[in-house]
């Protein structure tokens, strides 16, 4: 059972950066996946979820509108579309994964101990 996270890199402010997040040995359609991130000296924090089976979506303040999730459960992969990048968006992001029943992950997404499966981060970098 395997959560990998990618897609991260340096981009200028402004730009876009798509994350993906590959689950293996499980199915994903079952499970709310939540994303995080953690810059340095900071405590980690929520991004966004999209909740199990029909993929409903929940945002913190600092990124809605600039941020989507989404999933592809064909290809047991959910991914989160970052624009209109800022510097104070630098961090290494997670993924996680945890499995729910029908309802909808705004309810309990941001509560990182909920929880089971979480990749292994990748770096986002936005500066000039």
């Known amino acids: 059972v395997q959560l990998q996270a990618s897609g991260g890199g340096l981009v200028q402010p402004g730009g876009s950066l798509r994350l993906s997040c590959a689950a293996s040995?499980?199915?994903?359609?079952?499970?709310?996946i939540g994303w995080f991130r953690q810059a340095p000296g900071r405590e980690r924090e929520w991004v966004s979820c999209?909740?199990?089976?029909?993929?409903?979506?929940a945002y913190a303040d600092s990124v809605k509108g600039r941020f989507t999730v989404s999933r592809d459960n064909a290809k047991n992969t959910a991914f989160l579309q970052m624009n209109s990048l800022k510097p104070e968006d630098t961090a290494v992001y997670y993924c996680?994964?945890?499995?729910?029943?029908?309802?909808?992950?705004?309810?309990?997404?941001?509560?990182?101990?909920?929880?089971?499966?979480w990749g292994q981060g990748t770096q986002v970098t936005v500066s000039s």
């Open positions: 996680a994964a945890v499995l729910t029943a029908r309802v909808h992950c705004y309810y309990f997404g941001s509560t990182t101990n909920v929880y089971k499966y």
């Open positions: 040995g499980f199915s994903l359609e079952y499970y709310a």
């Open positions: 999209t909740s199990s089976r029909d993929g409903s979506a």
